[in-house]
């Protein structure tokens, strides 16, 4: 794996092979990464990247958060609530001498804490597989205050994903066994 654009442009990251089954993680290809970034960046979506705050839940690697700070933005926040993930993200910010702006928890993504700081306005969410773990996630999220209003959600799976209620689809796209929907947060959430 390695960092396909921006500041880190090059760089790899820690070797995982083809995935932990055990650990659930199954990393985004570089394919995969790059196509997806290449959509955000040059799609209808406004600026993403300058200047903006990314949650990485279910983070894995790190490598998708890690991505989008090397493209511009100020902080990334990536949360995992595994051993193995927890220690490939923290393998990974070495590798880049921990940045200022990038910050691992280790959380459950489904039940966050709430949140007092500004939220977040790009959420990038890659839940293991076929456990149906990703709604619960983004509802922890949004009632936890961790999503911004009108905030870009890219939702990986392994089957097309549903729009939730009052989140807008943008966009979907099919690589191989994997599926990115791509949504738009509403305005203003009804509590």
């Known amino acids: 794996m390695r960092i396909i654009a921006g500041k880190y442009k090059g760089r790899k990251l ?43 839940l279910f983070a894995g690697t790190g490598a998708l958060g890690i991505e989008a700070f090397s493209r511009g933005v100020d902080t990334v926040w990536m949360i995992d609530s595994g051993r193995k993930a927890s220690d490939l993200i923290n393998k990974n910010l070495s590798l880049l001498d921990y940045p200022e702006g990038m910050v691992f928890k280790k959380f459950n993504a489904c039940k966050l804490p709430r949140l007092a700081l500004e939220p977040f306005n790009l959420i990038f969410l890659d839940p293991p597989y076929g456990q149906n773990l990703g709604g ?10 961790w999503v911004a209003p009108e905030a870009l ?39």
Do not use: H
């Not at 659930?24 to 955000?40: A, G, K, V, Y």
């Not at 619960?136 to 205050?145: I, V």
């Open 14 to 56: 820690t070797a995982l092979g083809k995935g932990d089954a055990q650990a659930q993680l199954r990393p985004t290809t570089d394919r995969i990464r790059e196509t997806l970034f290449n959509i955000l960046t040059n799609g209808c979506f406004g600026e993403v990247f300058k200047g903006g705050r990314a949650l990485d």
């Open 136 to 145: 619960y996630a983004l509802k922890s999220a949004t009632q936890k205050s």
């Open 153 to 191: 959600i890219v939702w990986e799976e392994s089957s097309p994903v549903d729009a939730l209620v009052d989140f807008e689809v943008l966009d979907r796209r099919q690589f191989g066994d994997t599926f990115v929907t791509i949504m738009r947060a509403p305005a203003v959430f009804l509590k």
